[in-house]
């Protein structure tokens, strides 16, 4: 190696050198070109001067391969894709729908993209994003008002046939669609306002009704209440009428007995008058019906004892 007078290395090969070892320095430098290393989830594409080859090249090492390809890599992994679109429905009105798209790019065309439109994200933004707000915009035209994007039937529909026409489109251009989900739906301002006054007024329509049903319930215990009250009274009355009935009947029986036996007056008062004999404190009057004063006789038992110790004290 000599050196000019700009201090570049210039390389020479002197007569001396053996030409093998410069064929073998070649031929590790060309070994070292020739293999490629594809990392896990990526697809491998190559091309030789602008020309792209059709066979793709899966995660792993592959030897030996043309050292002048030039290397082109797609991630195959699933991925998301989030996109967010103003929606017209039937009422003219525009409703901001947010996506996301669930897909991943299919290695065996991986080539054909690369050929067709370029890399993942270049056919993800030339095919998937256009194709996704047109099939938005088109399925909006068939939602009568912008407040029907909040129905589950709506949704689902809509879900459904997003996924439908994407998996269609995206298919043949080497994208798998997996799934188009809903994650957001947002209404112009002032239906929004009309929504949550409308459900201000259900909830304050709940509350008096809850309100009711708790009056209505306490109403219905006051009416049972009473109506226990009045079953309790007409209870209370029936007795007090049934013994009353009772009484009336034994009063009837004793005139009955009276009528037919005019005696048994007479014994029922030789009963009373023997009761209040037994009371010292009685005083015992013998009526005679022709005797203008009746005539008392006070306690006569304690007289006639008295008149016996009188009597036996004067002997």
């Known amino acids: 190696m000599e050196y000019n007078r700009n201090q570049v290395p210039q390389f020479k090969i002197k007569p001396g050198y053996p030409i093998v070892a410069v064929v073998v320095i070649i031929v590790v430098i060309l070994a070292f070109q020739m293999y490629k ?3 896990p989830g990526y697809v491998g594409v190559a091309s030789l001067f602008g020309k792209v080859q059709q066979t793709s090249y899966e995660e792993g090492l592959h030897f030996p391969v043309n050292p002048l390809y030039k290397w082109e890599l797609f991630d195959a992994r699933q991925k998301t894709l989030l996109e967010k679109a103003a929606v017209p429905s039937q009422d003219q009105l525009r409703t901001d729908v947010e996506v996301s798209v669930q897909y991943r790019i299919n290695g ?8 067709d ?4 994200e ?6 998937m994003v256009p194709k996704l707000r047109s099939i938005l915009r088109e399925q909006g035209k068939s939602i009568k008002r912008a407040e029907d994007f909040f129905m589950d039937e709506v949704q689902g529909k809509l879900q459904s046939k997003l996924t439908e026409d994407l998996k269609e489109f995206l298919t043949p251009k ?27 007024r259900e909830q304050e329509v709940e509350k008096q009704k809850a309100e009711l049903d708790r009056f209505k319930t306490e109403q219905e215990q006051v009416v049972v209440e009473a109506q226990a009250e009045k079953d309790a009274a007409s209870l209370e009355a029936e007795k007090v009428k049934m013994l009353a009935d009772a009484k009336a009947y034994e009063i009837e029986k004793i005139n009955d007995a009276i009528q037919q ?3 048994y007056i ?9 009761d209040i004999s037994n009371d010292p404190a009685s005083k015992i009057y013998f009526i005679n019906g022709d005797s203008p004063m009746p005539v008392p006789l006070m306690h006569i038992g304690e007289q006639q004892d008295k008149l016996k110790v ?6």
């Open 117 to 120: 439109t370029g890399t993942a």
């Open 266 to 274: 007479q014994l029922e008062a030789l009963k009373t008058l023997a």
């Open 310 to 315: 009188k009597a036996t004290s004067e002997k």
């Open 37 to 39: 290393t594809v990392p």
């Open 261 to 263: 036996n005019p005696a």
């Open 174 to 200: 080497g994208i798998i669609v997996e799934e188009v989900l809903l994650r957001d739906i947002k209404l112009p301002e002032f239906i929004l306002r009309a929504i949550e006054a409308k459900k201000e």
């Open 122 to 127: 270049q056919a993800i933004s030339v095919h």
């Open 108 to 115: 065996e065309m991986a080539p054909k993209i690369w050929q």
